[in-house]
């Protein structure tokens, strides 16, 4: 009886180890939200929104998974930064360290909302929702610095020279030539006080207001700005996403979209000048939300919005995926056609990716589909000769020419946040939410 039973269990056991052995992972598809992208003894480091730390030995051509920051449900992982043994990542709610490269992760300081943390030689400094903090002893021990400054809501800090630079949430710029001890406004040609991002490239000083895309430059330390001509522009939403600066150029992530419902346009900006002028240079940047930039030895990297990191191997004219082993995309739809060689996902604010392969390979077909902002495709169909995109935000769009251009067919789609897509013998049946809810049918 004995026997019987152990080779019972035997069975069950081995029965259950088959079922487990029967999901393995694909290849894709490659994405991401990248938030952040540094240098790290010669490696390449990006941090992405849920925590994820991503390195490259290749320039950013390829991506190897290290570790992970603990990233609370709805919040988000902000920025790295690093000094010569330790790596730096700010949260919502936390700021950690990392002595292993990315590895382990443990945090340093608790409640706090970090929104920018920058190594000068072994020194660190985070600006936070707290104030500014900064560390001599490799993050062991920080102190407060915020005593001199009006506000303790500090969006971005930068080094010029021997100098540091805060923005201050609704007080504009200023400036410390102490490491902190004492600040002094610098607000002289600004006209908002409303700053975003800072940052320096040896020569000049850079600082962005992201809510009207207006970019200011100053060549004397601060004391005056000048308000470039980045935009010229009427749209009705314009946003400064980044702003990096180069030994050589300026570079700024910018955004414009001139209604609701109207597509997005944008990308990178470049500025040779000083940032007094600026070009636009998109070409093959399909996502046009970048969130951080970064030069590395021989290309120029765009992180994006959902959609991954591109690169630039002439100076930022034009731009290709550069996402291989970067698989962090948030897919939210997955199906099939062709007896499941042909795949289709859909990625969480990143569009909508192909594989022919069976899920080895993938690619991102979001070219020529009118996208306003954060496409998140929520189902894809087959109907007859035409393929069918629903979205959350975007309404439907249809293809004839199997996914190489799209058309938005949204015409009485009071709602354009779509949930559900599916045939009923001859019709489209759509389902919608967040705000006019209802169901929708289509009979051509």
């Not at 694909?26 to 849920?50: L, M």
């Amino acid at each position: 009886m004995r026997n019987i039973l152990l080779k019972v269990l035997i069975i069950f056991i081995a029965m259950i180890n088959i079922n487990f052995a029967q999901w393995q992972p694909t290849s894709g598809p490659e994405a991401g939200h990248i938030n952040d992208i540094i240098n790290f003894n010669n490696e390449i480091v990006c941090g992405t929104q849920t925590g994820d730390i991503f390195t490259s030995t290749d320039d950013g051509t390829s991506w190897i998974y290290k570790g992970t920051v603990d990233v609370e449900i709805s919040e988000q992982l902000n920025t790295i930064a690093a000094n010569s043994t330790s790596l730096f990542a700010g949260t919502f709610t936390n700021l950690f360290r990392s002595n292993d490269a990315g590895v382990n992760w443990t945090p340093v300081i608790n409640n706090i909302h970090v929104e920018k943390i920058i190594a000068i030689n072994e020194n660190i400094f985070a600006a936070s929702q707290n104030g500014v903090y900064t560390s001599t002893d490799n993050g062991l021990n920080w102190l407060n610095i915020t005593s001199d400054l009006p506000d303790s809501f500090i969006t971005s800090i930068s080094s010029h020279g021997s100098d540091l630079f805060a923005a201050v949430s609704g007080n504009g710029i200023y400036k410390s030539t102490n490491n902190g001890t004492n600040w002094n406004s610098v607000n002289t040609g600004l006209t908002t006080d409303e700053i975003n991002f800072i940052t320096s490239d040896g020569a000049n000083l850079y600082a962005a207001f992201s809510g009207k895309a207006e970019i200011f430059y100053s060549s004397d330390n601060g004391n005056n700005w000048q308000l470039s001509d980045l935009i010229g522009s009427s749209s009705a939403f314009e946003t400064v996403l980044s702003l990096y600066a180069s030994p050589d150029a300026i570079y700024a992530g910018v955004i414009f979209q001139g209604s609701v419902f109207s597509s997005i346009s944008g990308g990178v900006y470049k500025s040779t000048d000083g940032g007094v002028s600026w070009e636009l240079h998109s070409a093959g940047l399909t996502n046009a939300y970048v969130l951080s930039i970064f030069q590395t030895a021989s290309n120029l990297l765009a992180g994006t919005q959902k959609g991954g990191i591109f690169k630039s191997q002439d100076n930022g004219v034009s731009w290709s995926p550069s996402s291989n082993g970067l698989l962090c995309a948030e897919v939210r739809h997955i199906s099939f056609q062709n007896n499941g060689a042909d795949f289709f996902a859909g990625v969480y604010g990143g569009g909508f990716y192909t594989s022919n392969d069976s899920g080895k390979t993938w690619t991102a077909d979001n070219n020529e589909i009118g996208f306003s902002a954060f496409p998140t495709v929520t189902q894809f169909l087959i109907k007859g000769s035409f393929w069918f995109i629903a979205t959350d935000g975007d309404g439907i769009f249809r293809s004839s020419d199997n996914g190489a251009t799209w058309t938005a067919v949204n015409t009485f789609l009071d709602n354009h946040d779509i949930i559900a897509l599916i045939i009923r013998g001859t019709d489209l049946i759509a389902g919608s939410g967040n705000g006019i809810d209802g169901i929708y049918r289509s009979t051509n």
